[in-house]
């Protein structure tokens, strides 16, 4: 067991194939202390990720060492979850995908109902279970051109794996089946059917009908005001979907975090309430009622009834006018607070729009109308200054060590440090691509495949061309790219107000050894 960095609040600890993924996160997940927010198990790893407030990485690291001698002694490993998936086998790459393992139609599906399977693992979509089986030996090859659309409910195989896909996405597995069976429902009380750990069997049926997931109805509240022109991007935010990585969920959530956590205390709401992100500005609305709002982050013109008020400071909007939010000239998302919040469907215990996923309500567009929660808490406070200033033109952003920075070379690592990387034009809530210098790998690291592992918004992964990739708060929660390094949490918040063509600067936050 090889425990590893990842970042100011995670350690991502090795093991040496599946089967002790499995018995890790067992052991692990039988005796959790407080502060742990997440376990995520993958093909060889699991990530543990912490609240270092209440958990020192230091003390997690003690606890993950300490777990194997705990279970010898106790042998209190909880009995697994099992659950039965109905199957029609009437997926259209059935016949090839036999054909590829040298089997008849009949004999792969005689072996996939024969198997005792078991979830190692979740990743790609939320619900979405990697399934393993002692039983099954056949390495399915994946089809040679992903489908861009893979509907819902679809049974697949790749590699030795066999999974079914909570939701419509694209993907290279082979499909051989469908179920009905509810994968993966945000509105009930167990959201996700086949978690890590859980053992699977699927009995054969003729035929399903896959239902179409029922749609999240908004609460109901007062209403606030009318949506004229969202922007480029407006969507409703809040402190996301904390401790849900190991069944495929990101953390979503506002980017900005200190951003939105001002703009909800100056209108006196309570603290993570709903609030609007706006991207690039340009949004523009009408008051149906007197309200309270406030605007962080990103620097721009802010107007009410034609008139320029203050962005961080509580101001009033009247029944009746308009609110007018320009182009930014500094920075990328601000953050509109309206006192006593955004009432909004919920998915998860959350209103955040997940970008990647579709979780959360869909972004604002023109005509739909706002109302309010009942999130105020305290008074709009007699706020004379807020402290602020814009986002600056070149950002320095902390980093810290990352699990895979020995597959780099010393040049490389430098670099990452050393250079001004430059935002690219594919900059958004899932990831930001950086242009600069390309770092290479370690001659043996060349070539050389990694096996999906659990990730975290302000990983930085590289892939083979060497062009590294900083992962959102709608990133994936698994990923098959090595990280070189963690933008730690103030360094994510810097981050969220990175443009296309704005300066980076990376600083190492790590120690030096």
């Known amino acids: 067991m090889v425990i590893r960095p990842f970042g100011d609040s995670a350690l991502l600890v090795e093991v040496d194939g599946l089967a002790d993924v499995l018995d890790l996160h067992a052991r692990l997940a039988a005796a959790t ?13 699991v990530l543990v990720h912490v609240d270092t407030a209440v958990l020192p990485l230091s003390a997690a690291r003690t606890w993950i060492t300490a777990s194997e001698s705990a279970e010898r002694r106790t042998g209190t490993a909880p009995a697994p979850t099992e659950v039965e998936l109905p199957v029609a086998y009437d997926g259209p790459d059935l016949a090839d995908a036999a054909s590829l393992v040298g089997l008849s139609p009949d004999a792969l599906i005689g072996r996939h109902l024969a198997a005792r399977w078991r979830v190692a693992f979740t990743g790609f979509a939320p619900g979405f279970g990697y399934l393993v089986s002692d039983d099954w030996n056949l390495d399915m090859p994946r089809r040679a051109t992903p489908r861009t659309r893979v509907p819902r409910g679809a049974v697949a195989l790749a590699g030795g794996f066999t999974g079914a896909y909570p939701r419509e996405t694209p993907g290279g597995w082979q499909l051989i089946g469908t179920t009905d069976a509810p994968l993966f429902d945000p509105s009930a009380a167990e959201s996700v059917l086949l978690r890590p750990g859980t053992l699977v069997r699927f009995r ?14 908004p609460p109901a509240g007062p209403h606030a005001f009318d949506v004229v022109d969202p922007g480029a991007l407006a969507t409703v ?9 190991a069944d495929g ?49 990103a620097w721009g013109t802010v107007r009410i009834a034609d008139r320029d008020v203050d962005a961080y400071r509580p101001v009033p909007w009247p029944a009746g006018t308009d609110l007018s939010i320009g182009a930014f000239r500094a920075g990328v ?3 509109l607070a309206v006192r006593g919040g955004v009432a909004s469907a919920s998915a998860l215990g959350s209103a955040a729009t997940d970008s990647l996923a579709g979780l959360g309500p869909a972004p604002l567009r023109a005509g739909d109308a706002v109302a309010t929660a009942d999130a105020a808490r305290h008074p709009v406070p007699a706020v004379d200054l807020w402290p602020w ?16 920075a020995a597959w780099f070379t010393p040049e490389a690592r430098r670099a990452l440090v050393e250079s001004r990387w430059v935002v690219g034009a594919r900059a958004d809530r899932v990831g930001i691509r950086l242009d600069g ?11 050389r495949e990694l096996p999906s592992e659990g990730m975290l918004p302000g990983a930085v992964q590289v892939p083979p061309d060497g062009v590294p990739v900083i992962l959102g708060p709608d990133g994936p929660v698994t990923g098959g790219y090595p990280v070189i390094g963690v933008i730690t949490a103030a360094g994510r918040a810097a981050l969220a107000q990175a443009r296309p063509g704005s300066h980076l600067l990376l600083r190492s936050a790590s120690p030096r050894r």
């Open 33 to 45: 202390p407080p502060g742990l927010l997440d376990l995520v198990p993958a093909a060889r790893t």
């Open 204 to 217: 054969r049926v003729a035929s399903v009908a896959v239902a179409a997931p029922a749609q999240a109805v």
């Open 237 to 245: 935010q809040d402190a996301g979907r904390p401790g849900r990585l």
């Open 249 to 297: 969920i990101a953390l979503s959530g506002a980017a900005d975090r200190p951003a939105f956590a001002a703009a909800n205390r100056l209108v006196g709401n309570a603290e993570g309430a709903s609030a609007i992100e706006i991207t690039l500005g340009g949004f523009r609305a009408t008051s149906s009622r007197d309200l309270w709002i406030a605007v962080t982050g």
């Open 333 to 335: 998302r601000a953050v």
């Open 389 to 404: 200033t814009p986002p600056p033109d070149v950002l320095e952003v902390a980093i810290a060590a990352g699990p895979r």
């Open 437 to 447: 210098p390309s770092l290479t790998r370690t001659p043996d690291a060349v070539g």
